[in-house]
């Protein structure tokens, strides 16, 4: 991200024109890295004052905006995303977006204890955490609109189709297809392997006993032990011959 600190003077239509011409100038970035943040959108639309938004994903751009919160305890190191705006004649609400649930609640403690040493000079201090979200208000709240303000907002997911995806997830698709194509060609080469291997040797061995003059298939042959006592007659196969036990 590209932090950009302007001090200018004129008219506001010279000012924008040429912060424009700045934007246009700045380095863009591809791929899932260049997708507009989510944080931003989770902000409460009613009362809120254009143009205060700010978001910053590391302290530079936060010192930058004029956060709130010392940036050392808001954890940027641990890709903490943070975003406040201003609400007319209220305070302003501050939302940080953590990779997961317990980074949230290390840092939500920091800011809790953060708050607590700075007492009535933060204003109406309302803080609350959902899973890796933690929202917070500060200045000149009235309590009950703070609370229903962070009770309010909450996670959600979204799913987008809008955009193209980059050209390394077609290269990771084309890999994956390529890699079950081969797998279901090697399993179908090697059943029809099996086949013609049983039909072979079961083929052959029927050929070899019809050659021998014996039927062509044989049947099982069981050891059987006899434990009533008595003589059992003993077959021996081709002989014809009997003999009594």
Known sequence: ??????????????????????????????GPKGMSPLLPTYLPTKGLEKG????????????????????EIIGFDKAAEVVTAKYE???????????????????????????????????????????PLVLMTTGAWNAAEAQR?????????EVTWN??????????IRKTV???TSILVFCGLGALAAVILALFLGGGRAAIRVLQGKPA???PEFLRIDLSGSAA???????????GG
């Open 163 to 172: 955009k193209a995806m980059p050209p390394e997830f077609h290269a990771e």
């Open 1 to 30: 991200m590209s932090v950009v600190v302007a001090n200018l003077k004129g008219s506001p239509a010279s000012a924008e024109a040429l912060l424009r011409t700045v934007e246009v100038g700045l380095p863009k970035v591809g």
């Open 217 to 219: 298939a044989t049947e």
């Open 233 to 243: 007659r003993i077959h021996t196969e081709g002989s014809g011959v009997e003999h």
């Open 149 to 157: 303000l962070v009770e309010g907002i909450h996670l959600r997911s």
């Open 89 to 131: 004649g209220k305070g302003t609400l501050t939302m940080l977006l953590y990779p997961t649930p317990q980074i949230a609640g290390d840092h939500g403690r920091q800011i809790e204890a953060e708050m607590n040493q700075e007492g009535g000079a933060a204003g109406t201090v309302k803080l609350r955490r959902e899973g």
């Open 178 to 180: 390529s890699l079950l």
């Open 52 to 71: 205060s938004e700010r978001y910053a994903v590391g302290p530079v751009g936060y010192r930058a905006m004029g956060g709130v919160l010392p940036p």
